[in-house]
Every structure is written in structure tokens, then in C-alpha cells.
């Protein structure tokens, strides 16, 4: 057992920590949330240093490190602003995961560079008006027509999709099959694609510097080597992607339940009430002790995911585990700080309501935290 | 006779300040520990200079050679050794200012001698050397002392000491330099002034000062509108302009303008010593600080322990209101 | 150009609250955050840009504890090849002269054209090691430098003088630089130099390594020995003003207007 992150480990903190607590300044987390903008200048800097490319194989001009090291800046970057945190570390989403498991050399050469290096962002677009947490029929669809697909369909809620250079769509490729979800197929597709159109989505609750969108294929003609591994295997495909960036996602919500957390263990030590600090009030401090745990707990479980999908042991019912109870954490954490902030908390100067705006996506992105229950029970069942 | 050495700084035909306040702490130490003062000059053409020298010290060493026209530590090291050398004074002080950290360490290390630098203050406690200088920015102060040798060499911070004039009409004695071969490791080329931008902040009666403590770029025209509405000029700390966000013209402190408005108000300056020169002798101050302990509250009329940016836009409201224009 | 670069591990001090500790001569190091001394990282910054420039090499030095390898793998990370740590607990105690001598003992055996140190560090504040080092190796040195410019056997370096002047002298290699804030604009770390910097060995040596004795190194090799430390006096007794941003703002803005200055 070893409970500690080894010493290249705590460099990339550092590193990470250094740069975002310079570049997040307080004064632009307010600015974007407010605009609603992507920080495109923010997410290229931070990709020149290598911090949004951590899982990227180094032939990619990635960093080649494994997921644990990503949830590390993933989580630091959410820590000093979980809206800024979120846009950044989700830039180039699932394109390079999926490519780099089942694309071709051509596809990972052609696409995973940009992304890396910050050159480009990607959407990843499974989510349909009509298909949320049930994806098992898509009704996108994608025929073939010579050596094309003819798409159509529309999705919805897809994270970066007016920006994005690249794109992954999951289509329903054969009607008829039954189960339908053993006729989905995914493929990859350029921003400049005649008939392909974003529509930005505004009014988000938080995580308001990253944009979603949504997305209207109408005749989308793609070359038969668009298909992203073999044909009719996209769900199995997205079932895996997500086992494994669902993780980032716990790490998302535990960097934004730690940032809420000091801020208000500094707030409770400096402000004072009936002639006292409150943080010597137990009904204030204890609560404090019980974030700490709270978010020790969600830490390590998701560690334990990240570091069991770095051995090679994808467990999905530890990755489920990890979301599930990072996101609940995030949730209680950043609600306790406004707390603790009192009145002053619930105004966006003092940041906290912020962070417990942002912190509810993660209980409902890459699958909500009630799928993360059925996951969890589901694998009880068949261990048990 | 016991002697105490102050070395005589100027640049450009100016005797520099931290000289007579040097003079003016050397008199007092000489006295108590029975020795002569001296002021030492090294230059070309500086009689003048030692004219002046002559009513703060009893006596004035004038070393005249056409390669001290400019300050050069290597130049200064060789001259200055052999004086001390001959005279073994019991103390040599040096201005903590640009020329002294570019000598006085090299110096003292040639001949051996004991350094202490940045002092604040000096006393002797019998043949001990007691300094006080400061760590940490100015938070703490230490009391410290220096090896015992009999002779020791001390930098002197720039303003720790006022100057207090008397006619001492000191001798002034004239040594030949004692340079022989020319020294040509270093060689001073020119002075040089940095572009200005074209705000003179020592002209303005009101500055409001920023420093760190403003995180980013992006803050400075909130706390510019603060200095408008009172009808002054920012002004600044030296990181804000090593990180670009303000022109050089505008740092106040040793390494850039000293100022004496009618009011000056500090904004996220922790008051390191540096920037507290350039503008103590202003006629109000002002400083907001988060922190209860910085040092800039030791100099402050007035203090705010508070996040700055709670209060900037409140402060330029109200003094709007009171100025009668509309918000 | 090879350029050695002296650089120390010092606490992040400006914003956190220094406490005397129960010796009285040092301060509380519990709760302070360390990384390279401000100073120190522009040095290192432009030691990498004349690498980068130039060719060559960067070695970064330091005296310090284990715990000032952070800021030697800094150093690495940002572009050094090679990190040295003196250390020794008879070093403890050392002024900036033990310092100097330390690091003297340990460069003279290295080869190099530069040395590059900060101007001086933000917790002693000595203004020291860069020219005492220079004077131990026989070599010129320049202080508060804010620009450097090279031309085959010299360089040339421009010094900050008080009040906003500078003056340009010319020095002949090798050289010993203390560099002023403000030269360049120091760098980030990228991922790529932490995995650069985790292949590179930090090597470590002690008093027995280097040819110093006891008595020349800690308090006994010093010039200075701390022997208390205390509060700074105030000048001014300051009015603190309290109450609520706006009450604040409110009772500034009278006495801005009582001393007529509306
Ligand atoms: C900001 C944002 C960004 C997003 N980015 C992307 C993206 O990039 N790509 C993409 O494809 N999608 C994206 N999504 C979509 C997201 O993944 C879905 O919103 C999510 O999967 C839930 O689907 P839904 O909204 O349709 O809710 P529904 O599936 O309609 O669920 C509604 C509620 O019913 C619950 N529920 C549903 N089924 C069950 C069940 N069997 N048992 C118990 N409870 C159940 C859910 O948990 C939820 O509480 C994004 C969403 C948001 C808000
Ligand atoms: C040779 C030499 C010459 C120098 N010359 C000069 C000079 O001419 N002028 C000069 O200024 N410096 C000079 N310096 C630098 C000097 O030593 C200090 O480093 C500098 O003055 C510190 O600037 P600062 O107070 O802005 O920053 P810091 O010391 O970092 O202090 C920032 C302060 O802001 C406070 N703060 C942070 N956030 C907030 C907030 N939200 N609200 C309120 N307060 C906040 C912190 O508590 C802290 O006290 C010189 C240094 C050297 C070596």
C-alpha cells in the first residue's frame, strides 16, 4: 500500500498549482462567468505547458502520463476556479481517448496533435434531445451511401460544440438491430463539414466559461473512414470512454470542493462574531472538520480509480464509485462554505456560490449520479 | 588614533545623501569609542567635495586619480584596500545603496574583514560590534554581532539616520593614488536613464500607491479611476513594474522616484524599506492591507486592515459623493 | 556559455504571518510556504535564455536542506541540467560569507563562464554571496544588473542605481552576476521539464566533500551571528480605521476632506 503521491507526482502539482493560482486571477474566474466565454487564451497557455494533455501518449506530443496524473492538475485547475478549471481541462475532450484506443494511425496523426498542443478543441457528442442517461438508441442516424455516410439527427448539451475543430458523434448505424445498442457506431468529423451546425446554450447554472452547445446534423456526408474503430461498436466504445473520463470528472468535483473549503477555513479564522473568531464557534468548525474528511474520502477514492485504470485494471464500479460520492461531496462542500461565508456567501465577489454553481454539473455529466448507482448495484449483484 | 571611515559617495559632481547620514552616525560612534572621523573621497577633481566633507568629519582622506572620475568596484577595491591598510581604522562604513553592495562585499572578503550589511543601526559594546539590521522584508528586526577582529567593514541603509550638520572644519589630507597598472576587468561605459512615460509622479500632490497585493493587470484601471476621482496619479511598488504592468516612472522607492505628496495612500503594499524611502516623508499616509503585520502599518497615519478590492470602488463612490459629482 | 546559477529555497513571506520562535533568534518555519527566493528566479530564468541563446550549460547550485530540492527540480524543470545541494548541519547557522564559501568550495572544481546569483535573498536580505563568491574565485563580478549583453571575452551589464538611473559597465569573462527582479519575465514549469527534470540527478554534497573545515562553515566560519530577533518598532503610530467596507470608505473619504485635499 502506498498512500502518497511519489515525488514527479507532487512536481506536477506544484507546477500546476503555480501556474493556475498566477493565471486564474480571481478578477477573470468573475469576467468569464459572467460572459460565458471559453478562455481560449488561458486553455492554450496551459496546453504549451503541457497541463491539458497529461493522458496523451508522448508520440502525440502528449505528455504520456496516466489518468492519476491528469486527476492531479484536473483537480488543481478546479481547486484555484472551478469554471476556468472545467474549460480548460475539458479543451480537447474524449477525441484523443477514444482515438487513441480504437482510431487508426492515420486518424490519432491527423487529430491528436492539434489537440494536444492546444491548437484545437474537440466536442465529444453522445447526448440527444430525446437520449440522455439511456443511450441505447440513437436517434441520429448514419446510412450508408457508396463509400459515405449520410447524417442526420440533432444532439444536445455537448461541451465545447461551437468552438470545436473536431468532432465525434455517436449514430445509430443499423435500425434494426435488436438490442439497438449493437448498431451505434462513432465517427469523427471537422467543424468545416457542410450541414453540421452549433447552436451556444446559454443561462448555465455554472461552469459558465465552458461552453455547450447544441448540434444539428442535417445531410452531414462523411468518407467511410470516418467510422472511429469498427462499425456498430460505439456503444461499447462509450461505455468504456466514460469508465475511464468519469474519473476526471470525481477529480473535477474534488478540486471544487477543496477550493470552496479554504476559502472558507480562511474566511472562518478571520471573521468575527460575538467578539470571537468564528472558527472558535463549534457549530462553524466542525463543519469544517467534517468537509476535510469529506473531501479526504472523495480524494482517495478517486485515486483509487484512476491508479486501478493506470494498472490496467478498469474497475467500473470503482470509477462509479469515485463520481458518484466526489460529486456529492462537491455538492455539500461548496454548500457549507456559503454557509460558513454567511450573507457575504451568496454574493459572486466572495466566489464561493461559484463554486457550488459549478459543483452540481458534475452530478449530472458523463452519466448522472443516479446511473452511477445503478452501476455500482449492478456490479454488487454480480459479486456478490 | 583610533579612526571610523565613511566612504564618500557621489555620482555625477552630487555628494549622495547616505553619506552625511553616515558622517552624521560616524560622528557619534567615534566620539563614544574615542576615535577619529574620517571621511575618505576617491575621484577625479573632487576637492570640492572634500571642502564639504571637511565641516561633517575631523579629517578628510582626498584620493585623486583620473580612474575614479566613476564609481568601480574593482578600482575602488584596490585604492580602499591600501588605505585601510595603512590607517586600520576600527570601522568603515559604506552606503547599503548600489555602489556599496557592488563593493563592500568583494572588499571585505579581499581584505578579510568582517561585513555587515544593511545595518539600521550600529553600536559598539565595548570592543564587540553590535549591528541591527532587518529580515523578512521588515517584519522582524535582529540584533546581531560581528566577529571581533578590531576592524570592520558595515553597509548602512540609506535614511536609517538623519543628517545633523556642524562645523567641524576637518583636515583635509591628500594621498596619491596608489594605482599603478591599469585594472581592466571592469569598465564603466555610461549612465543611463530607462524611456519615461511621461507622468511625473513626484510633481502630483496626490498619489495612490499599488502593489502586489493587486494580483493582476486587469485591476489597475479600477484603483487609476480611485487616484482620478481625488484628482491624482497612480503610482506603484517595484513588482508591478518588473512585471510590466506599470511604466518604470511610476515605482516609487530607492530604485525609482522618491515622493512627498500631500497624500498617499497604499494599496496591497506590504512597505519593504525599499518602497518606504520613496515615500515616507509624504504628508499623509494612508495604507489598506490584508494583512494586520505588514510593516507598511508602521509608517501609515492611518491604517485599513482589508482586502483592497472591497474597498476601492466604495472609497471612489464616496468621494465622488463628497465632491458633489455623480457616481 | 557555461553558467552556474547559485539559487536558494527561501519562505513566501510578504503575505503570511512571521512568528518569532521560542529560541528568539529565528522565525517559526511551521506553516510558511518555501520555493526559490524571487531574485534567484529571474537569474535562473535568464540563465536558461543564454543557454537557449547560446549554447551551453546551466548548473544550479544551492546550500539548503532536503527540502530546498523542490527548488533545485524547479530549476531542472525549468531548463538546468544539472542541480547540486550542499549540505551539511554544520552549515546551519551560516551568514551569507559561510555561504559564499560553501558554494566556493563546491564551483571551483566546475568549469564555467558565468555565474548567476540573485540579487539577494528575501528572507536575510545580505546582498552578499554573488560578489563575495566572485572575490573568492578571482574573478570580476557586477550587482543589481538589469540587462546583459555579451561580446566575446566581455559582457556587458547594465546596473540599477538609485533613483532610476542606470549605468552600463563592461566586465570581462568569467563573471559573477547578482541579478536584479525585473530582467526577464521567468517561466512556468511545463510538464515536459518535470519529466526532464525526474531523469536528472540532484547531487549531494557534504562538509567532508568539500575542503572547508568545521570552523569555516555555520556560525563558527560567519561574520554575523544573530543574537536576538524582535518586532520591528513602529514609526507612526497608525489609527486603525474598522467597521465595514463601506464605513471604511466613508471615514477615509472625511479625512481626505478635512485636510482639504477635495
Ligand atoms: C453542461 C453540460 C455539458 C454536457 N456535455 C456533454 C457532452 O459533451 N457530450 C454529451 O454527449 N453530453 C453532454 N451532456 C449531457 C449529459 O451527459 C446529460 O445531461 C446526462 O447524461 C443526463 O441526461 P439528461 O439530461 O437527458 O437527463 P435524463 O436522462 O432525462 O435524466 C433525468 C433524471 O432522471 C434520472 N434517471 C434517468 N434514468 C434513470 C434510471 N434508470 N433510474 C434512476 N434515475 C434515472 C437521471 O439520473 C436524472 O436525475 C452535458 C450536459 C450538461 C448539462
Ligand atoms: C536594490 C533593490 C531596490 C529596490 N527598490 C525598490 C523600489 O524602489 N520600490 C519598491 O517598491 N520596491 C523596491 N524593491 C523591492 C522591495 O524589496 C519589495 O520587494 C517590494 O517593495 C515589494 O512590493 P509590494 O509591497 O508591492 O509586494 P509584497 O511585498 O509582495 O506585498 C504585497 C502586499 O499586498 C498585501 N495584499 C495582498 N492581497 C491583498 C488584498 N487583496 N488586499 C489588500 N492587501 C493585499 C499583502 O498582505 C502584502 O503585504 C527593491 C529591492 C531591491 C533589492
Redesign the interface.
Given at each position: 500500500m502506498h498512500f502518497e503521491l511519489d515525488e514527479e507526482q507532487k512536481e506536477i502539482k506544484r507546477a500546476v498549482k503555480e501556474f493556475c493560482e498566477k493565471e486564474f486571477t480571481p478578477e477573470l474566474a468573475l469576467e468569464f462567468d459572467e460572459k460565458e466565454e471559453f478562455p481560449t487564451e488561458l486553455y492554450k497557455k496551459a496546453a504549451k505547458l503541457g497541463f491539458t494533455s497529461m493522458r496523451i501518449h508522448e508520440d502525440y506530443d502528449g505528455q504520456g502520463y496516466g489518468l492519476l496524473e491528469d486527476c492531479i492538475v484536473v483537480e488543481e485547475m478546479c481547486r484555484v476556479d472551478p469554471g476556468l478549471g472545467a474549460a480548460v481541462s475539458l479543451g480537447n475532450l474524449m477525441v484523443p481517448d477514444i482515438l487513441l484506443k480504437h482510431g487508426t494511425e492515420e486518424q490519432k496523426k491527423k487529430y491528436i496533435p492539434p489537440l494536444a498542443k492546444g491548437d484545437a478543441i474537440s466536442a465529444a457528442a453522445f447526448s440527444e434531445p430525446e437520449h440522455g442517461s439511456d443511450i441505447t438508441r440513437m436517434d441520429t442516424t448514419a446510412a450508408k451511401s457508396g463509400n459515405e455516410w449520410i447524417i442526420n439527427g440533432s444532439k444536445e448539451f455537448i461541451t465545447n460544440a461551437p468552438l470545436a475543430d473536431v468532432f465525434i458523434v455517436l449514430c445509430q448505424t443499423d435500425p434494426n438491430v435488436t438490442p439497438s445498442h449493437r448498431g451505434q457506431s462513432i465517427f469523427i468529423m471537422e467543424k468545416v463539414t457542410p450541414g453540421l451546425e452549433a447552436t451556444k446554450l446559454k443561462g448555465k447554472m455554472g461552469i459558465r466559461p465552458c461552453i455547450t452547445g447544441s448540434l444539428s446534423l442535417s445531410d452531414v456526408k462523411v468518407n467511410e473512414n470516418n467510422v472511429v474503430g469498427e462499425l456498430n461498436k460505439g456503444f461499447y466504445y462509450t461505455l468504456a470512454l466514460f469508465d475511464e473520463t468519469r474519473i476526471t470528472v470525481a477529480a473535477q468535483a474534488v478540486g471544487m470542493a477543496q477550493g470552496a473549503f479554504e476559502r472558507a477555513f480562511q474566511y472562518a479564522k478571520t471573521r468575527k462574531q460575538f467578539g470571537s473568531p468564528i472558527i472558535k464557534f463549534q457549530g462553524i468548525s466542525f463543519k469544517l472538520a467534517d468537509m476535510a474528511v469529506k473531501i479526504e474520502a472523495a480524494r482517495m477514492l478517486t485515486h483509487k480509480a484512476a491508479w486501478l485504470f493506470d494498472q490496467g485494471r478498469l474497475d467500473p464500479m470503482a470509477t462509479s464509485m469515485a463520481k458518484v460520492f466526489a460529486g456529492r461531496v462537491a455538492m455539500e462542500v461548496t454548500d457549507e462554505a456559503i454557509q460558513i461565508y454567511g450573507g457575504y456567501g451568496y454574493l459572486a465577489d466572495y466566489h464561493v456560490e461559484r463554486f457550488h454553481r459549478c459543483a452540481k454539473i458534475t452530478e449530472i455529466y458523463e452519466g448522472t449520479s443516479e446511473m452511477q448507482k445503478l452501476t455500482i448495484i449492478n456490479q454488487l449483484l454480480k459479486r456478490m | 588614533m583610533l579612526e571610523i571611515f565613511v566612504l564618500t559617495e557621489h555620482r555625477q559632481g552630487q555628494i549622495r545623501d547616505i553619506t552625511f547620514e553616515m558622517l552624521t552616525k560616524g560622528r557619534d560612534l567615534a566620539e563614544k569609542a574615542g576615535a577619529d572621523l574620517t571621511a575618505v573621497v576617491l575621484g577625479k577633481d573632487v576637492r570640492e567635495h572634500a571642502k564639504t566633507l571637511s565641516e561633517y568629519a575631523k579629517k578628510v582622506l582626498l584620493v585623486e586619480d583620473k580612474r575614479l572620475e566613476n564609481f568601480n568596484s574593482e578600482v575602488y577595491k584596490k585604492v580602499l584596500s591600501d588605505l585601510i591598510n595603512k590607517h586600520k581604522p576600527l570601522l568603515i562604513m559604506i552606503g547599503h545603496t548600489s555602489f556599496g553592495v557592488d563593493l563592500a562585499p568583494s572588499l571585505a572578503a579581499a581584505l578579510k574583514l568582517p561585513l555587515a550589511s544593511d545595518c539600521i543601526n550600529i553600536e559598539f559594546e565595548g570592543a564587540t560590534l553590535l549591528i541591527t539590521r532587518q529580515m523578512y522584508g521588515g517584519k522582524v528586526n535582529v540584533k546581531a554581532t560581528v566577529r571581533k577582529v578590531g576592524c570592520y567593514i558595515v553597509t548602512v541603509r540609506q535614511a536609517a539616520f538623519s543628517v545633523q550638520k556642524l562645523s567641524m572644519n576637518g583636515e583635509i589630507i591628500e594621498k596619491s593614488s596608489s594605482l599603478t597598472e591599469e585594472i581592466t576587468s571592469k569598465r564603466f561605459i555610461k549612465y543611463v536613464s530607462p524611456p519615461l512615460s511621461g507622468v511625473d509622479i513626484t510633481a502630483a500632490d496626490v498619489l495612490v500607491g499599488v502593489g502586489r497585493g493587486i494580483k493582476d493587470e486587469s485591476n489597475i484601471p479600477a484603483v487609476e479611476e480611485l487616484a482620478r476621482s481625488l484628482g491624482g496619479v497612480l503610482a506603484c511598488s517595484r513588482p508591478i513594474v518588473d512585471k510590466g504592468w506599470l511604466p518604470n516612472d511610476r515605482q516609487v522607492g530607492t530604485s525609482g522616484k522618491i515622493v512627498k505628496p500631500k497624500l498617499y495612500i497604499a494599496l496591497g503594499i506590504s512597505g519593504a524599506f525599499q518602497h518606504v524611502l520613496g515615500m515616507k516623508s509624504s504628508d499623509l499616509i494612508i495604507a489598506v492591507n490584508k494583512d494586520p503585520n505588514a510593516p507598511v502599518f508602521n509608517f501609515s497615519d492611518y491604517g485599513v486592515v482589508e482586502d483592497l478590492f472591497k474597498l476601492v470602488s466604495p472609497l471612489k463612490n464616496k468621494i465622488c459623493e463628497l465632491k458633489g459629482h455623480k457616481i | 556559455m557555461d553558467v552556474i546559477v547559485c539559487v536558494k529555497h527561501v519562505?513566501e513571506?510578504?503575505?503570511a504571518?512571521?512568528k518569532?520562535d521560542s529560541t528568539g533568534?529565528a522565525?517559526e518555519k511551521i506553516g510558511l510556504v518555501f520555493d526559490i527566493n524571487e531574485s534567484d528566479d529571474y537569474a535562473l530564468e535568464e540563465a536558461i535564455r543564454i543557454k537557449e541563446k547560446l549554447g551551453g550549460t546551466v548548473t544550479a547550485l544551492t546550500v539548503g536542506s532536503g527540502d530546498a530540492d523542490?527548488t533545485l527540480?524547479?530549476c531542472l524543470?525549468r531548463g538546468a541540467d544539472q542541480a547540486i545541494r550542499l549540505t551539511d548541519v554544520k552549515f546551519n547557522g551560516s551568514d551569507?560569507?559561510a555561504t559564499?564559501k560553501i558554494l566556493h568550495s563546491a564551483i571551483k572544481g566546475l568549469s564555467f563562464d558565468l555565474i548567476l546569483t540573485g540579487?539577494l535573498a528575501?528572507?536575510?536580505?545580505?546582498?552578499?554571496v554573488?560578489?563575495?563568491l566572485?572575490?573568492?574565485l578571482g574573478i570580476?563580478?557586477?550587482?543589481?544588473v538589469k540587462n546583459i549583453e555579451f561580446s566575446d571575452d566581455v559582457v556587458?551589464v547594465?546596473?540599477?542605481?538609485?533613483?532610476?538611473?542606470?549605468?552600463?559597465?563592461?566586465?570581462?569573462l568569467p563573471v559573477a552576476l547578482s541579478v536584479q527582479?525585473?530582467i526577464n519575465?521567468p517561466r512556468?514549469?511545463?510538464?515536459?521539464?518535470?519529466?526532464k527534470?525526474?531523469r536528472k540527478e540532484i547531487k549531494v554534497l557534504g562538509l567532508v566533500d568539500i575542503d572547508l573545515s568545521e570552523n569555516d562553515v555555520g556560525e563558527a566560519g560567519?561574520?554575523?551571528?544573530?543574537?536576538?530577533?524582535?518586532?520591528?518598532?513602529?514609526?507612526?503610530q497608525?489609527?486603525?480605521?474598522k467597521g465595514t467596507?463601506?464605513e471604511?470608505?466613508?471615514k477615509?473619504?472625511?479625512?481626505?476632506?478635512s485636510?482639504g485635499?477635495?
Open positions: - | - | 519562505p513571506t510578504a503575505e504571518e512571521i518569532i533568534k522565525v523542490s527540480r524547479k524543470a551569507s560569507y559564499a540579487a528575501s528572507d536575510d536580505g545580505y546582498t552578499m554573488g560578489p563575495i566572485a572575490e573568492l570580476p563580478h557586477a550587482t543589481m556587458k547594465n546596473r540599477e542605481l538609485e533613483g532610476g538611473v542606470e549605468e552600463i559597465v563592461e566586465v570581462k527582479t525585473g519575465e512556468y514549469v511545463s510538464i515536459l521539464g518535470i519529466k527534470a525526474m560567519s561574520w554575523i551571528v544573530i543574537e536576538k530577533m524582535f518586532v520591528p518598532p513602529v514609526e507612526k497608525t489609527e486603525f480605521i467596507p463601506e471604511v470608505a466613508a477615509i473619504a472625511e479625512i481626505i476632506k485636510r485635499l477635495m
